[in-house]
């Protein structure tokens, strides 16, 4: 409930990570695909300038760089399932779409080797026996592949890389990413021999580049709306992402992420940058692109300086530093290592970015509703003792017996604070700002209500039983004082006094008309049975000795009601100022 900032990976948390391949990129056209999901069923929109074994040049190298696959689904006859990494196994669908299958393209070009892909490489490699050759093919980020390639496959042969040429795929990519596509590039390299001991540096060289990939994650519908009660929550979503920067920009328009004015900071800048210049950008930024797991540490701490309380997500082994590092550390429960589990605070099963805020929202109503109980009780029980030490002060004697107080600390008060433990939440308990993460529970505006209501009702109590016992008298209620008449009239009024002020602590600002009386069904039972229990101690001759009580009258219980009433009232007024000061101070969003 405290948390102040959400840093959220981009793809499956933000998206439906139901990654497919939209469009193509190869000699300098650009080439639409259609189908949806992983079903490999679309055409390639060609424009006659691109043939499609152009095309499937490129759908080989796509499909051999990558680990997914594509197999038959089990439940679902004719349907398939993807195995693998989504962005992968788009790849794959793309390729099948075309008729290029995994199982028959391995047969002829064998995997012998590979280079994994790593976060700061951005990019993997994978070696293919080729008749006596070796063929590599490379898939990665456009912008660091390209920086590798000598030449680009154009017009169905190799042509130079001129600076011409890298403009053109330059714009392509720009012109895809602010589409909202994640843009992966593909190049290749023919070998004749493969060194003895496989590296970045001696395979990633020389490249061909054979064009562009374009693939749409859609954002997940409940994700714009989760942000916007974040947002009316005090709490600040950072969208942390490998992605290009144009890409997440567009993604972070769509979703209502990127504010008026926000920033998007690439990781090549955090490089650059101190920690206390780092904290100073992450005040404007919305959106990291370019991001390695190493660069979240940083993030977090710069937030941490700014005295953030900061939530990141993240699902890899190398998030674990970060996870640990945030005040909360939420993994994946689908797509999650376990490595980040362990690390984490959380796991979401769903992997969905809305859950993180319903989180929140449930550490709020579980945190608002132990300062409720805490609260009732307090001021039951400052009554109480109010109560016997005033008395005591002006000579009465006791006000209430042991057992009526053992009673009302029992039955009357534990009953309804249990109640009060299972409450809904508050309906603008995501329109208040995050509490301090130091704010003590019984904070200034609890220490003010158990300070008025310890006042009023020890003054109800001491009026009623001054009443029964003839230290005050009143023209138009004669009675007889008796020890029984001033214990009974004392007792009702403060335990009833306690049933109907539990209904008012329901919610430290909501009006108990907004909140509906009957709303919580376990008050309802809590307070009636309270409410029939005191009322058999009260009427029933064998249990009147035990609880030193009488009868009371109606011309008496006109009188208590009023009283009875009071401190409910009292706090409803009170709720009318807490709102207002509330506002004042900012901790109430109204917009």
Same mark, same amino acid.
């Given at each position: 409930?405290?948390?102040?900032?959400?840093?959220?990976?981009?793809?499956?948390?933000?998206?439906?990570?139901?990654?497919?391949?939209?469009?193509?990129?190869?000699?300098?056209?650009?080439?639409?695909?259609?189908?949806?999901?992983?079903?490999?069923?679309?055409?390639?929109?060609?424009?006659?300038?691109?043939?499609?074994?152009?095309?499937?040049?490129?759908?080989?190298?796509?499909?051999?760089?990558?680990?997914?696959?594509?197999?038959?689904?089990?439940?679902?006859?004719? /349907?398939? *399932?993807?195995?693998?990494? +989504?962005?992968?196994?788009?790849?794959?669908?793309? $390729?099948? !779409? @075309? =008729? %290029?299958?995994?199982?028959?393209?391995?047969?002829?070009?064998?995997?012998?080797?590979?280079?994994?892909?790593?976060?700061?490489?951005?990019?993997?490699?994978?070696?293919?026996?080729?008749?006596?050759?070796?063929?590599?093919?490379?898939?990665?980020?456009?912008?660091?592949?390209?920086?590798?390639?000598?030449?680009?496959?154009?017009?169905?042969?190799?042509?130079?890389?001129?600076?011409?040429?890298?403009?053109?795929?330059?714009?392509?990519?720009?012109?895809?990413?602010?589409?909202?596509?994640?843009?992966?590039?593909?190049?290749?390299?023919?070998?004749?021999?493969?060194?003895?001991?496989?590296?970045?540096?001696?395979?990633?060289?020389?490249?061909?580049?054979?064009?562009?990939? /374009?693939? *749409?994650?859609?954002?997940? +519908?409940?994700?714009?709306?989760?942000?916007?009660? $974040?947002? !009316? @929550? =005090? %709490?600040?979503?950072?969208?942390?992402?490998?992605?290009?920067?144009?890409?997440?920009?567009?993604?972070?328009?769509?979703?209502?992420?990127?504010?008026?004015?926000?920033?998007?900071?690439?990781?090549?800048?955090?490089?650059?940058?101190?920690?206390?210049?780092?904290?100073?950008?992450?005040?404007?930024?919305?959106?990291?692109?370019?991001?390695?797991?190493?660069?979240?540490?940083?993030?977090?701490?710069?937030?941490?300086?700014?005295?953030?309380?900061?939530?990141?997500?993240?699902?890899?082994?190398?998030?674990?530093?970060?996870?640990?590092?945030?005040?909360?550390?939420?993994?994946?429960?689908?797509?999650?290592?376990?490595?980040?589990?362990?690390?984490?605070?959380?796991?979401?099963?769903?992997?969905n970015y809305a859950s993180i805020v319903s989180a929140v929202e449930q550490g709020r109503i579980i945190y608002s509703n132990i300062r409720k109980f805490v609260y009732y009780l307090l001021t039951c029980n400052l009554a109480e003792i109010g109560v016997i030490f005033?008395?005591?002060?002006?000579?009465?004697?006791?006000?209430?017996?042991?057992?009526?107080?053992?009673?009302?600390?029992?039955?009357?008060?534990?009953?309804?604070?249990?109640?009060?433990?299972?409450?809904?939440?508050?309906?603008?308990?995501?329109?208040?700002?995050?509490?301090?993460?130091?704010?003590?529970?019984?904070?200034?505006?609890?220490?003010?209500?158990?300070?008025?209501?310890?006042?009023?009702?020890?003054?109800?109590?001491?009026?009623?039983?001054?009443?029964?016992?003839?230290?005050?008298?009143?023209?138009?209620?004669?009675?007889?004082?008796?020890?029984?008449?001033?214990?009974?009239?004392?007792?009702?009024?403060?335990?009833?006094?306690?049933?109907?002020?539990?209904?008012?602590?329901?919610?430290?600002?909501?009006?108990?008309?907004?909140?509906?009386?009957?709303?919580?069904?376990?008050?309802?039972?809590?307070?009636?049975?309270?409410?029939?229990?005191?009322?058999?101690?009260?009427?029933?001759?064998?249990?009147?000795?035990?609880?030193?009580?009488?009868?009371?009258?109606?011309?008496?219980?006109?009188?208590?009601?009023?009283?009875?009433?009071?401190?409910?009232?009292?706090?409803?007024?009170?709720?009318?100022?807490?709102?207002?000061?509330?506002?004042?101070?900012?901790?109430?969003?109204?917009?």
């Open positions: 409930g405290s948390a102040t900032v959400i840093c959220s990976d981009k793809t499956g948390t933000l998206t439906q990570n139901q990654m497919t391949v939209t469009s193509l990129y190869l000699g300098g056209e650009r080439i639409m695909v259609t189908g949806e999901g992983y079903t490999p069923q679309g055409e390639f929109k060609l424009t006659g300038k691109i043939s499609q074994s152009e095309v499937n040049q490129m759908l080989t190298g796509m499909l051999l760089c990558s680990d997914a696959r594509l197999e038959p689904a089990s439940d679902k006859p004719g /349907g398939y *399932r993807m195995v693998g990494d +989504p962005t992968e196994g788009a790849l794959v669908v793309a $390729a099948a !779409k @075309a =008729g %290029i299958w995994r199982e028959a393209t391995e047969e002829k070009l064998p995997r012998v080797n590979e280079v994994p892909f790593d976060s700061d490489r951005k990019r993997m490699a994978t070696i293919h026996q080729s008749g006596d050759q070796f063929a590599v093919y490379v898939k990665g980020a456009p912008d660091l592949l390209l920086e590798l390639c000598l030449t680009v496959y154009e017009n169905g042969s190799s042509q130079p890389l001129t600076p011409e040429r890298l403009q053109k795929i330059r714009e392509a990519n720009a012109q895809m990413a602010s589409e909202a596509l994640r843009v992966l590039g593909v190049a290749r390299r023919v070998m004749p021999q493969i060194p003895d001991v496989v590296t970045p540096e001696n395979i990633e060289t020389d490249l061909e580049f054979l064009g562009l990939i /374009g693939l *749409r994650d859609p954002a997940r +519908p409940e994700v714009k709306p989760a942000i916007e009660i $974040a947002r !009316k @929550a =005090g %709490i600040r979503t950072v969208m942390i992402t490998g992605d290009y920067p144009d890409t997440a920009r567009a993604i972070g328009a769509e979703i209502g992420l990127l504010r008026q004015g926000g920033e998007v900071l690439r990781g090549a800048e955090i490089e650059t940058l101190s920690d206390k210049e780092l904290a100073e950008r992450m005040q404007q930024t919305d959106i990291c692109a370019r991001v390695s797991p190493h660069h979240k540490v940083r993030i977090v701490q710069a937030f941490q300086s700014q005295n953030e309380v900061v939530a990141m997500t993240g699902d890899g082994v190398n998030d674990a530093p970060a996870l640990k590092r945030a005040a909360i550390g939420v993994a994946m429960g689908i797509t999650g290592t376990d490595v980040s589990k362990e690390a984490a605070d959380m796991i979401l099963t769903d992997d005033c008395a005591t002060l002006l000579g009465w004697g006791t006000p209430l017996t042991a057992i009526q107080l053992l009673w009302l600390n029992l039955v009357t008060d534990g009953a309804p604070a249990l109640a009060l433990g299972v409450e809904k939440g508050d309906k603008n308990i995501m329109r208040q700002v995050p509490r301090r993460i130091n704010e003590p529970m019984i904070n200034r505006e609890m220490r003010l209500g158990m300070f008025i209501q310890t006042i009023i009702k020890t003054l109800v109590t001491l009026i009623a039983y001054a009443i029964g016992a003839g230290h005050l008298k009143l023209a138009f209620l004669p009675v007889t004082p008796s020890i029984e008449l001033a214990h009974t009239m004392a007792f009702i009024t403060l335990a009833a006094s306690e049933l109907a002020r539990a209904y008012t602590s329901r919610s430290e600002l909501e009006y108990l008309g907004r909140l509906g009386v009957f709303s919580n069904p376990y008050m309802q039972i809590a307070v009636g049975t309270s409410l029939i229990s005191l009322l058999a101690v009260m009427y029933i001759p064998f249990l009147q000795p035990a609880f030193d009580t009488i009868p009371l009258g109606l011309d008496i219980w006109l009188v208590l009601i009023p009283l009875i009433l009071l401190p409910a009232i009292a706090s409803e007024l009170l709720k009318v100022y807490l709102q207002w000061l509330y506002r004042r101070e900012g901790k109430l969003i109204t917009s």
